[in-house]
């Protein structure tokens, strides 16, 4: 059973030492053939238009366009975020970060990320 069927989503301990499903290449990497980059995760609670669960990607860019609001906790690991035509965001474990519907901009993750993410 995965933690998203429990009823009741438990997160303690699952952020540092959950072992996560292999879920493939990323599909939003910007440069995949020299940087291919790979993602991980697991879904701890879902109700088909909110999400909340563990994600964790390889270090390379990446190009981002949000449908949906997301907000990140950074469990390890770093990168950098730049929202088209903004300055660039530097962020690492311990910080929480909020993209809006509609984000467009890049992530350069620097080492293998970890984060825990709510899609609302």
Known sequence: MSHADTGTPHLH????????EEW????EA???????????????WND???????WECTPGP???ELETHEEIYIISGS????????????VG???A?????????TWQIHETLRKLYVIF
């Open 13 to 20: 301990a699952i952020a540092d030492g959950a072992e996560l």
């Open 24 to 27: 493939g290449p990323l599909d």
């Open 30 to 44: 910007s440069d995949p053939e020299n940087t291919p980059m790979t993602t991980s995760g697991l879904t701890l």
């Open 48 to 54: 088909g238009t909110q999400e909340v669960g563990i």
């Open 62 to 64: 990446s190009y981002w």
């Open 79 to 90: 990168m950098t975020v730049t929202r088209e035509g903004e300055k660039s965001l530097d």
């Open 93 to 95: 474990a311990g910080d």
């Open 97 to 105: 970060v909020v993209f809006p519907r509609g984000w467009k901009g």
